[in-house]
């Protein structure tokens, strides 16, 4: 009887120990598939909502790329002769890198902050634009800017282009390193590589092949255009390049987009 009783010791022991294995083999899998998407400050998911859109249930724009810590690593390294990628807020060309910057006696920490800071002026609230002049954090910045009250798509529409333009002239023009930065980069095409964006980005990752031709782009890259041209005029200027550098890319990729009315979303 003792022999019985240890036998089914022993076997009941082993499947205990392949339980709890299953168990934590399970567990580690969710917390690597929920890690390739949280690494903003407060969670969330990463670049995914830079410009209004994310990866969660009930989102009518599903992800079209499934981003992962390498992928992003990835985002800024590869090279291309026509584009020069970015994405995350680690570049510099991104809205939500933080630099210092002023503009007409204001004082900014992200273009994403005085973008929404415009948008909130645009539409005469206030009380939430001076609610984003306090705030130094972009996701938070960004987030104040979609409760801006009165908001109109269309005339959102006329005046986006020159806000971004603006906040990164002087994003650039003030800080010395990232002008050279951004200098460098020509004359590729800037590409904002956010396989989630399809207004501001291309809804494409830089690691995709499909990103390599303008034409399997899913997006418009309006961030991408509008930085091109903010370079260019920059350029000019200082007499680096011919004066017939394209100045007006993201102005023609904005008269492309046909369902502007949801831009509420990408801003």
């Known amino acids: 009887m003792g022999l019985i009783a240890f036998c089914i010791y022993v076997v009941y022991t082993e499947f205990l120990v392949n339980v709890i294995s299953k ?3 399970i567990k580690s899998s969710l917390v690597m598939k929920e890690g390739h998407l949280d690494r903003n400050e407060g969670g969330g998911t990463s670049e995914t909502v830079e410009h209004g ?7 009518d724009i599903p992800a079209l790329y499934d981003a992962t810590y390498s992928d992003e690593e990835d985002d800024n390294t590869v090279e291309h002769q026509e584009f020069e990628f970015f994405w995350l807020k680690s570049s510099p ?7 210092h910057f002023v503009i007409e006696d204001r004082h900014f920490v992200t273009a994403e902050q005085f973008m929404m800071h415009q948008k909130a ?3 005469k609230d206030f009380e ?9 954090n972009p996701r938070k910045q960004q987030k104040l800017g979609r409760q ?4 109109n798509p269309q005339k959102w529409k006329e005046v986006c282009l020159n806000i971004v333009k603006k906040a990164n002239y002087h994003k650039f023009s003030q800080n010395v390193d990232l002008k050279n930065h951004l200098f460098s980069t020509y004359p590729k095409i800037l590409v904002e590589a956010s ?3 399809r207004i501001w980005g291309i809804g494409r990752a830089a690691s995709d092949p499909k990103a390599q031709n303008k034409e399997t782009w899913l997006g418009h890259n309006l961030l991408g255009y509008a930085l091109t041209d903010v370079r260019n005029k920059m350029m000019i200027k200082e007499n680096i390049i011919p004066t017939d550098a394209p100045t007006c890319l993201a102005e023609a990729a904005l008269i492309d987009i046909e369902n502007f009315d949801s831009i509420e979303r990408f801003v």
């Open 23 to 25: 168990i934590f083999q």
């Open 53 to 59: 859109i994310d990866e969660k249930p009930g989102n």
């Open 93 to 99: 060309f991104s809205q939500w890198y933080r630099t």
């Open 121 to 123: 002026v645009t539409f």
């Open 128 to 136: 939430t634009a001076d609610k984003i002049l306090s705030e130094k």
């Open 148 to 151: 801006a009250r009165n908001f």
């Open 195 to 197: 396989p989630y964006d």
